[in-house]
């Protein structure tokens, strides 16, 4: 059974940093698609970065471009959303998300979830 464990989330101010990891584990992943997420209070579940579990092209949102980057330890079966300069815009709970297939940034297309991790960047 694929379980995803998200952890690193915590309160930062306006310009700091954060790593969340995303702990993989329950099958091989290969041919699989990852995805961070994130939902602030009141607003839809929206995509933040992501890519094949193979690898290749890494696709952000435009609102993280540049100051987030996705990254992979394969031998720990964990991937990582490295978080910088952030935004008290940036805060909401932050999802990894995974699913078999092509790379996609619709939420409702991902078959597994992790708990969630919250981020809070205060100004």
């Known amino acids: 059974q694929v379980q995803l464990v998200e952890s690193g989330g915590g309160l930062v101010q306006a310009g700091g940093s954060l790593r969340l990891s995303c702990a993989a584990s329950?099958?091989?992943?290969?041919?699989?698609?990852m995805g961070w997420f994130r939902q602030a209070p009141g607003k839809e579940r929206e995509f933040v970065a992501g890519r094949r579990w193979s690898g290749g092209e890494p696709y952000y949102a435009d609102s993280v471009k540049g100051r987030f980057t996705i990254s992979r330890d394969s031998a720990k079966n964990t991937e990582y959303l490295q978080m910088n300069s952030l935004k008290p815009e940036d805060t909401a709970v932050y999802f990894c998300a995974a699913r078999a297939g092509l790379f996609v940034t619709t939420p409702q297309e991902y078959d597994y979830w992790g708990q969630g991790t919250q981020v809070t960047v205060s100004s």
């Open positions: 329950g099958r091989t992943f290969s041919g699989y698609a």
